[in-house]
């Protein structure tokens, strides 16, 4: 992500830019159109080049009406993706989920870099209201409206109040989780400093932990009211603490590692990124480790543990300037456009209760906590945003009750594409009225000079 | 093997190739060509160890296809400079001739050779003739920077030998567009040849304009990245869905950005250090995928072709050495030299075997492997020994390297 705030280019360049988006549409348009079948593949290297360049200039040309970057990336692989102008189909979406590893990976490690424990320290009240009031207002609320509307959802037909109550307490745990990927790429882009950006950092990285705790929870209350039969069983607890124990251990490992390679050496960083970013990434899931926790430990022992935690976020910035690009749009290219139109009314139903019960939550753990003004006002709108968490945590629901599963990660999908695009637009609107957003453009220098032609 | 420890391999690749464009203590070791990293490819691969598997090798095809490009890019945008000298005009054109005669011999040569002593189909024979023809026609440039950087050697014969090896990109670029445009399950059917050629380089030609003018007036180098990556990925990716040539199109893309781009400096110090990663992950693989198990009509065209692109490359030394002055008394091994092959042969031949898999495409990529070390072996030594002929260098090494010079070829010296 192109890393500045400002708008300052002229009407020119945003010609040239808009002119480009449309070569770069033209191109891959035409080509699919001349050449409609695909090579083995060979359709995922222009369709990285297309989302990476579209999704780019659509950003810079978004910037103008103060929509955050983000939104473009979005927007640039909903209008190529196969539900728009088919530029990228379904199979080559699927083909760059390494991206998303990737992507994912380094925005664990930014965002464990971003904590710094004075930092932690400053908002740890302010912290510990928000999660515990977030974690549960908006859990039991949200599964109420739930229950109230269940009988618009045609999975839900027929089902008797246990099982009503189980399933609407595993969508409470669903409105919980938060998007680190889509706070971590406004503030990259806004360069944003402040109370609203400190507590926003902290509380969506650590509120990671909290959900998957809670999906632990709920699955464990659920199950036996929607199966009817079944006990609350207490392995799931150690399971879950294995792998959380297990993932800070591999993470604090990783991050001394990192750190003292980063002394030492010190180079070749984009390499070093790419080969954690896709060969650790992949060990973690086959040892049963978070990958994203894991990332979050070691990105946090880098900064706190050692004095290389700048070098490490200014890499993570420089690698992640293409890849987010990339990730995101990949994800626009990802959003099912017809599911979304129909089960478009009880999804936005749930989305606003969902941000409203979010504002409220945060408006009072702001007054118990004692906040400053600035918090009291704008806290809540980093966690309206989800992602790739919360269709994470349907996949495991799909699983573990396959009943309603189907129906039930559909619902989310549409929830989490509303999110996906109004969430963005809100932080960054609250980071800009809160005066956080840096507006300084990145340094342009004079170019070099050609020699003389002989 | 599976896919992850194979790429983070590979990345270790990356990581050594960035080391050796790293510092300036460290120039000058290894081969120019990259020849061992062929070899450990050719080893770990299908045909001798098998710890890469073909189909592991073939799942790897985009990154094959992506670093090739790149490589045409890197090419493109360094191929009017050396350094920041520019390369003149006349050269450029004597670059091209040079490579053009050796690529005709050796197309001749398979030419008759295939239609004669093969039972292959027509359109084989000349697919096979054009393309060893074009793998031959190149002279790696780093077989040159090598020796020059390694033994501080300045002066015509030196520049000479730069811009030639730097010119004569331009006519496999040219060449490779042609045949893939030719060849059978293009797309553009109503197109001839030579609109599709038209179309594949004029696609490198958008783009490169397009992304010219993104990169503005004023530059920023984080933003040059992901412009500069999206436009050559789009660019690689449109070509190779049209089944026409992906990396004449990056090619023609950096030549662009070279001659309309106020940053084009800029570009050239940016991408040119980006080459030696993305090369030797590219060359490994090239390695794995050469395949030995030919009919033996095939393995002898193969040979031949080695031997007139030998013969070839003498002859123009020699001729040349009758025209100008800077070659005088020299001719013969700076012929030689000529036959460091590298990046731009094997990315050329991995390009024709992705675009036309086969027994043919086969042998070409075996021509072009063999080619890179021949030239590892015959090359260096040969421009040092014209180099040291007509006073450019002195018979001790720079004080940059620690090792002695000897009689032995330059490549293994260092080693010592």
Same mark, same amino acid.
């Given at each position: 992500?192109?890393?500045?705030?400002?708008?300052?280019?002229?009407?020119?360049?945003?010609?040239?830019?808009?002119?480009?988006?449309?070569?770069?549409?033209?191109?891959?348009?035409?080509?699919?159109?001349?050449?409609?079948?695909?090579?083995?593949?060979?359709?995922?290297?222009?369709?990285?080049?297309?989302?990476?360049?579209?999704?780019?200039?659509?950003?810079?040309?978004?910037?103008?009406?103060?929509?955050?970057?983000?939104?473009?990336?979005?927007?640039?692989?909903?209008?190529?993706?196969?539900?728009?102008?088919?530029?990228?189909?379904?199979?080559?979406?699927?083909?760059?989920?390494?991206?998303?590893?990737?992507?994912?990976?380094?925005?664990?490690?930014?965002?464990?870099?971003?904590?710094?424990?004075?930092?932690?320290?400053?908002?740890?009240?302010?912290?510990?209201?928000?999660?515990?009031?977030?974690?549960?207002?908006?859990?039991?609320?949200?599964?109420?409206?739930?229950?109230?509307?269940?009988?618009?959802?045609?999975?839900?037909?027929?089902?008797?109040?246990?099982?009503?109550?189980?399933?609407?307490?595993?969508?409470?745990?669903?409105?919980?989780?938060?998007?680190?990927?889509?706070?971590?790429?406004?503030?990259?882009?806004?360069?944003?400093?402040?109370?609203?950006?400190?507590?926003?950092?902290?509380?969506?990285?650590?509120?990671?932990?909290?959900?998957?705790?809670?999906?632990?929870?709920?699955?464990?209350?659920?199950?036996?009211?929607?199966?009817?039969?079944?006990?609350?069983?207490?392995?799931?607890?150690?399971?879950?603490?294995?792998?959380?124990?297990?993932?800070?251990?591999?993470?604090?490992?990783?991050?001394?590692?990192?750190?003292?390679?980063?002394?030492?050496?010190?180079?070749?960083?984009?390499?070093?990124?790419?080969?954690?970013?896709?060969?650790?990434?992949?060990?973690?899931?086959?040892?049963?480790?978070?990958?994203?926790?894991?990332?979050?430990?070691?990105?946090?022992?880098?900064?706190?543990?050692?004095?290389?935690?700048?070098?490490?976020?200014?890499?993570?910035?420089?690698?992640?300037?293409?890849?987010?690009?990339?990730?995101?749009?990949?994800?626009?290219?990802?959003?099912?456009?017809?599911?979304?139109?129909?089960?478009?009314?009880?999804?936005?139903?749930?989305?606003?209760?969902?941000?409203?019960?979010?504002?409220?939550?945060?408006?009072?753990?702001?007054?118990?906590?004692?906040?400053?003004?600035?918090?009291?006002?704008?806290?809540?709108?980093?966690?309206?945003?989800?992602?790739?968490?919360?269709?994470?945590?349907?996949?495991?629901?799909?699983?573990?009750?396959?009943?309603?599963?189907?129906?039930?990660?559909?619902?989310?999908?549409?929830?989490?594409?509303?999110?996906?695009?109004?969430?963005?637009?809100?932080?960054?609107?609250?980071?800009?009225?809160?005066?956080?957003?840096?507006?300084?453009?990145?340094?342009?220098?004079?170019?070099?000079?050609?020699?003389?032609?002989? | 093997?599976?896919?992850?420890?194979?790429?983070?391999?590979?990345?270790?690749?990356?990581?050594?190739?960035?080391?050796?464009?790293?510092?300036?203590?460290?120039?000058?070791?290894?081969?120019?060509?990259?020849?061992?990293?062929?070899?450990?490819?050719?080893?770990?691969?299908?045909?001798?160890?098998?710890?890469?598997?073909?189909?592991?090798?073939?799942?790897?095809?985009?990154?094959?296809?992506?670093?090739?490009?790149?490589?045409?890019?890197?090419?493109?945008?360094?191929?009017?400079?050396?350094?920041?000298?520019?390369?003149?005009?006349?050269?450029?054109?004597?670059?091209?001739?040079?490579?053009?005669?050796?690529?005709?011999?050796?197309?001749?040569?398979?030419?008759?050779?295939?239609?004669?002593?093969?039972?292959?189909p027509?359109l084989e024979?000349i697919a096979?003739?054009?393309?060893?023809?074009?793998?031959?026609?190149?002279?790696?440039?780093?077989?040159?920077?090598?020796?020059?950087?390694?033994?501080?050697?300045?002066?015509?014969?030196?520049?000479?030998?730069?811009?030639?090896?730097?010119?004569?990109?331009?006519?496999?670029?040219?060449?490779?567009?042609?045949?893939n445009a030719w060849l059978p399950g293009a797309a553009?059917p109503?197109?001839?040849v030579?609109?599709?050629?038209?179309?594949?380089?004029?696609?490198?030609?958008? *783009? %490169? @304009?397009?992304? /010219? !003018?993104?990169?503005?007036?004023?530059?920023?180098?984080?933003? &040059?990245?992901?412009? $500069? +990556?999206?436009?050559?990925?789009?660019?690689?990716?449109?070509?190779?869905?049209?089944n026409?040539?992906?990396?004449?199109?990056?090619?023609?893309?950096?030549?662009?950005?070279?001659?309309?781009?106020?940053?084009?400096?800029?570009?050239?110090?940016?991408?040119?250090?980006?080459?030696?990663?993305?090369?030797?992950?590219?060359?490994?693989?090239?390695?794995?995928?050469?395949?030995?198990?030919?009919?033996?009509?095939?393995?002898?065209?193969?040979?031949?072709?080695?031997?007139?692109?030998?013969?070839?490359?003498?002859?123009?030394?020699?001729?040349?050495?009758?025209?100008?002055?800077?070659?005088?008394?020299?001719?013969?091994?700076?012929?030689?030299?000529?036959?460091?092959?590298?990046? *731009? %042969? @094997?990315?050329? /031949? !991995?390009?024709?075997?992705?675009r036309h898999?086969?027994?043919? &495409?086969?042998?070409? $990529? +075996?021509?072009?492997?063999?080619?890179?070390?021949?030239?590892?072996?015959?090359?260096?030594?040969?421009?040092?020994?014209?180099?040291?002929?007509?006073?450019?260098?002195?018979?001790?090494?720079?004080?940059?390297?620690?090792?002695?010079?000897?009689?032995?070829?330059?490549?293994?010296?260092?080693?010592?």
């Amino acid at each position: 992500m192109s890393g500045h705030g400002g708008s300052r280019k002229t009407l020119g360049t945003r010609a040239i830019q808009l002119f480009s988006l449309l070569v770069t549409f033209g191109v891959l348009y035409g080509v699919t159109r001349v050449a409609p079948e695909l090579e083995t593949h060979l359709g995922s290297v222009a369709a990285v080049g297309f989302l990476l360049l579209a999704g780019t200039l659509m950003s810079e040309l978004l910037e103008t009406i103060g929509l955050p970057h983000l939104s473009g990336y979005l927007l640039a692989g909903i209008i190529g993706g196969p539900h728009v102008l088919h530029l990228v189909d379904h199979h080559t979406v699927e083909e760059l989920s390494p991206v998303n590893t990737l992507a994912l990976s380094l925005i664990a490690l930014a965002g464990g870099a971003e904590l710094r424990v004075a930092t932690l320290r400053s908002v740890a009240r302010g912290l510990a209201w928000a999660t515990l009031l977030q974690s549960t207002v908006v859990l039991v609320c949200v599964a109420g409206v739930f229950m109230s509307i269940a009988s618009y959802l045609p999975f839900m037909h027929g089902m008797a109040l246990k099982p009503l109550i189980g399933v609407s307490l595993l969508w409470g745990v669903l409105a919980v989780s938060r998007s680190p990927s889509a706070c971590m790429g406004i503030l990259s882009q806004t360069r944003a400093k402040g109370p609203v950006a400190t507590f926003s950092l902290a509380f969506i990285m650590l509120s990671d932990v909290v959900v998957v705790i809670l999906l632990a929870t709920m699955m464990m209350l659920a199950r036996p009211l929607i199966n009817g039969s079944g006990s609350i069983s207490l392995d799931d607890f150690s399971i879950l603490g294995h792998e959380i124990l297990s993932s800070v251990a591999v993470g604090v490992t990783l991050g001394l590692g990192l750190a003292i390679y980063l002394r030492l050496v010190g180079r070749q960083l984009l390499l070093v990124l790419l080969a954690i970013g896709f060969g650790l990434s992949e060990s973690f899931t086959y040892i049963g480790v978070d990958s994203l926790l894991a990332f979050l430990a070691a990105g946090f022992v880098v900064t706190n543990l050692s004095d290389q935690g700048e070098k490490l976020l200014h890499s993570i910035e420089q690698t992640g300037s293409v890849v987010f690009v990339v990730f995101f749009a990949t994800a626009g290219a990802h959003l099912d456009i017809p599911l979304l139109k129909q089960m478009g009314p009880v999804a936005v139903a749930l989305c606003g209760s969902r941000a409203l019960f979010t504002v409220i939550a945060g408006r009072i753990s702001s007054r118990v906590a004692e906040d400053p003004a600035v918090l009291k006002r704008w806290a809540w709108s980093s966690l309206v945003s989800q992602a790739g968490l919360a269709l994470g945590l349907s996949v495991v629901i799909e699983k573990a009750f396959p009943s309603f599963g189907a129906g039930f990660r559909s619902l989310a999908i549409a929830a989490v594409a509303i999110n996906e695009m109004i969430g963005p637009i809100l932080f960054k609107f609250a980071l800009d009225r809160a005066g956080e957003t840096d507006r300084h453009e990145p340094e342009a220098r004079p170019s070099l000079v050609p020699p003389p032609v002989r | 093997m599976n896919a992850v420890a194979f790429l983070l391999g590979l990345l270790v690749l990356a990581y050594l190739g960035s080391i050796l464009v790293g510092g300036r203590a460290i120039r000058g070791f290894g081969l120019a060509s990259g020849a061992e990293y062929l070899v450990l490819g050719f080893v770990l691969g299908p045909q001798v160890l098998s710890v890469v598997g073909r189909s592991l090798v073939d799942s790897f095809q985009p990154v094959v296809l992506v670093g090739v490009s790149w490589v045409g890019l890197v090419l493109g945008v360094s191929y009017l400079r050396v350094a920041q000298r520019n390369v003149p005009v006349r050269r450029v054109f004597l670059g091209i001739a040079l490579s053009a005669v050796v690529s005709a011999c050796v197309s001749g040569a398979v030419f008759f050779g295939a239609s004669t002593f093969t039972r292959l189909p027509r359109l084989e024979v000349i697919a096979f003739a054009a393309a060893a023809g074009i793998v031959c026609s190149e002279t790696t440039r780093h077989s040159v920077r090598w020796v020059v950087e390694r033994y501080g050697a300045a002066g015509p014969l030196s520049d000479l030998a730069a811009d030639t090896a730097r010119a004569s990109a331009l006519f496999a670029a040219l060449s490779l567009s042609v045949v893939n445009a030719w060849l059978p399950g293009a797309a553009l059917p109503a197109f001839s040849v030579l609109g599709r050629v038209g179309v594949s380089l004029g696609l490198g030609v958008v *783009l %490169g @304009l397009t992304a /010219a !003018l993104l990169l503005g007036r004023e530059f920023r180098r984080d933003e &040059s990245w992901g412009i $500069l +990556l999206g436009t050559c990925l789009l660019g690689t990716g449109a070509a190779a869905r049209l089944n026409l040539s992906p990396l004449s199109a990056t090619f023609a893309m950096g030549l662009t950005l070279a001659i309309v781009s106020p940053h084009r400096l800029d570009i050239k110090a940016m991408i040119t250090p980006t080459e030696k990663p993305v090369l030797l992950p590219v060359v490994l693989l090239a390695g794995a995928y050469v395949n030995v198990r030919l009919p033996t009509a095939l393995l002898v065209l193969v040979v031949v072709a080695l031997v007139v692109k030998l013969i070839a490359r003498v002859l123009c030394g020699t001729l040349l050495s009758v025209t100008s002055s800077a070659v005088r008394g020299a001719g013969s091994e700076f012929g030689l030299s000529m036959l460091s092959s590298g990046a *731009l %042969g @094997l990315a050329v /031949a !991995l390009a024709f075997a992705v675009r036309h898999p086969g027994q043919v &495409s086969d042998s070409v $990529l +075996l021509l072009a492997a063999l080619g890179v070390l021949v030239g590892e072996w015959l090359g260096p030594g040969a421009l040092r020994r014209a180099l040291t002929r007509v006073g450019e260098i002195k018979t001790e090494p720079s004080p940059a390297s620690a090792a002695p010079a000897s009689a032995a070829p330059a490549s293994l010296e260092s080693r010592a």
